[in-house]
């Protein structure tokens, strides 16, 4: 259980009350769910460098069912920030 001490301290860190972005965050990477998209566009609460740090301390957990599926989804998910940062 320790290596998964860093990735929960990451999800429920301040404000706390936007854990529920990294559990569907972690639910989207594993292919639980089709899009990480959340009601209200919660998602967009934790900026992609909190995510990042979620995505990496996820496969550093092995907490990544599907690593290849996870990493693809990280890069659509920067390539997205990046055309929002840009427009």
């Given amino acids: 259980m320790a290596p998964t001490v860093p990735l929960s301290r990451a999800i429920f860190e ?7 972005v990294g559990v569907a965050f972690l639910a989207w990477l594993n292919g639980l769910q089709p899009h990480f998209a959340m009601l209200g566009g ?37 390539a997205r920030s990046a055309e929002i940062g840009r427009g």
Wanted: glycine share 4%.
């Fill in 14 to 20: 301040p404000p706390t009350y936007h854990y529920k």
């Fill in 42 to 78: 919660l998602q967009r609460q934790r900026p992609p460098e909190h995510l990042i740090r979620v995505y990496e301390l996820a496969a550093a957990a092995g907490a990544l069912t599907q690593p290849e599926l996870a990493a693809g989804r990280v890069r659509e998910m920067l």
